[in-house]
Every structure is written in structure tokens, then in C-alpha cells.
């Protein structure tokens, strides 16, 4: 268990429809990152929150968007759903008292778009 | 971007050392190397972290030779839940923040047999 937790766990939307992802990061990190993992890959960045401001971004469109709250909660955003954002989400949390480069994942958010 | 290599996949029996490695050329003077363990359905897990020579902890052990260009991941004694994909990742930086983007290539899937 890493102390990282997400909602919902499952999720099945059609497309063009909106979703959003919840995350909590473990207790005392200050960075949020989340991933997209499609079926048979590894993950893939999509953007990292640090004390509530974007801090990095990866290939995605701007219809994924986040947002990092006080208590360093984050939720992913997206818009005009595609059937290829059909993919495990994965948030990750980090900070000062983590391992340099070490990042802690929660459990996952399996969406899926018809 | 520092990428890296890695096996497909390991057929490995009970019992046995497993030894997975993993190339990363284009590793920078200021990266770490971490490997991560993911199950099905589940988000990574951190395994084990290093910069050069060797790391042991509970569950691995780490073999970064002096030119860093490649590492090996060395799992003593495996067992059937060990049968999982295996994450090299290298440390990317990004311009401000505490932690860093991790970039996930495909892994390796480990099958341990009985």
C-alpha cells in the first residue's frame, strides 16, 4: 500500500462525454503526476502538479487538463472523450521526503470509452 | 530524454536468480536509475533506486557498472507472484519542482514457472 488513493475505480463513458478522475496523493507529498497506460504498455506521462501549478506536461492534447487543490489532491480532466482514451489512469505522488525520482502510484482508475 | 532497452519478456522457474537488464546509453551525469514492478490492473511499484554500483535492499539488488549505460536488476530466489513486468526507468529533468517526469518504455514481463 502506498497511501495513494483514487475514484472511481471503474468507469465507462461514451463517447465525446467529459469525465473526471479524482486522486490523493500520500500524506506529506507535494507532487501529483498522472499517466495514462493503454492495454500491453507502459505508462505514459500526461502532466505533474506541484504545490497547485502545472510543472510539466507530456504528448497530450489540451482537452486532458488537472487541477492540484491545497491539501495537493488532484483530479485529471477530460474532455470530448475519444475511444482511444480508453486506458488505465494512474496517478503517482512525490515530494521532498520521497527517494530523488521516486514516485508513489495509486491502485489505478480503469476507464473505459464506448 | 534518456530512453531505455530491456527485454520483451524472461521465462524463469522457481527458486531461480532472475537477472534483468536494461541499457540506457544516453543517461545523464544527474539521473537515477529505478525499477519498478507492475501487476495486472494495479499502478507500478517501486522496487529499487541507484546511482552506481551496487544497491541491495529486501527485495533486489542493483548492478550499475561504471559507465552507467546499462544496469541489471538481480531478483534472488523467485517466486510464482513474482510473475510481473518490470519497469527500467531513468530520471528525466523538468524545469522547476521537487520530482521528475518518469518515462516508461515497455518493460519486461517476467513469467516465473513452477
Known amino acids: 500500500e502506498t497511501g495513494v488513493t483514487q475514484s472511481p475505480t471503474h468507469l465507462i463513458k461514451t463517447r465525446g462525454q467529459q469525465v473526471t478522475l479524482r486522486c490523493s496523493s500520500q500524506s506529506g507529498h507535494n507532487t501529483v503526476s498522472w499517466y495514462q497506460q493503454a492495454l500491453g504498455q507502459g505508462p505514459q506521462f500526461i502532466f505533474q502538479?506541484?504545490?497547485?501549478?502545472?510543472?510539466g506536461r507530456g504528448n497530450f492534447p489540451p482537452r486532458f487538463s488537472g487541477l492540484q487543490f491545497p491539501n495537493y489532491s488532484s483530479e485529471l480532466n477530460v474532455n470530448a472523450l475519444e475511444l482511444d482514451d480508453s486506458a488505465l489512469y494512474l496517478c503517482?505522488?512525490?515530494?521532498?521526503?520521497?527517494?530523488?525520482?521516486?514516485?508513489?502510484f495509486g491502485p489505478g482508475t480503469r476507464l473505459t470509452v464506448l | 530524454l534518456a530512453k531505455t532497452t530491456q527485454p520483451i519478456s524472461m521465462d524463469s522457474y522457481e527458486g531461480q536468480e532472475v537477472n534483468i537488464t536494461c541499457s540506457h546509453n544516453n543517461i545523464a551525469t544527474n539521473d537515477y536509475i529505478t525499477w519498478y514492478q507492475q501487476f495486472p490492473s494495479q499502478g507500478p511499484r517501486f522496487i529499487i533506486q541507484?546511482?552506481?554500483t551496487k544497491v541491495t535492499n529486501e527485495v533486489a539488488s542493483l548492478f550499475i557498472p561504471a559507465d552507467r549505460k546499462s544496469s541489471t536488476l538481480s531478483l534472488p530466489r523467485v517466486s510464482l507472484s513474482d510473475t510481473a513486468v518490470y519497469y527500467c526507468l531513468v530520471g528525466d529533468p523538468i524545469s522547476s519542482g521537487s520530482a521528475r517526469q518518469l518515462t516508461f518504455g515497455s518493460g519486461t514481463q517476467l513469467t516465473v514457472l513452477p
Open positions: 502538479y506541484y504545490r497547485e501549478e502545472e510543472n
Open positions: 541507484g546511482y552506481k
Open positions: 503517482a505522488s512525490s515530494g521532498e521526503g520521497a527517494l530523488k525520482d521516486t514516485q508513489y
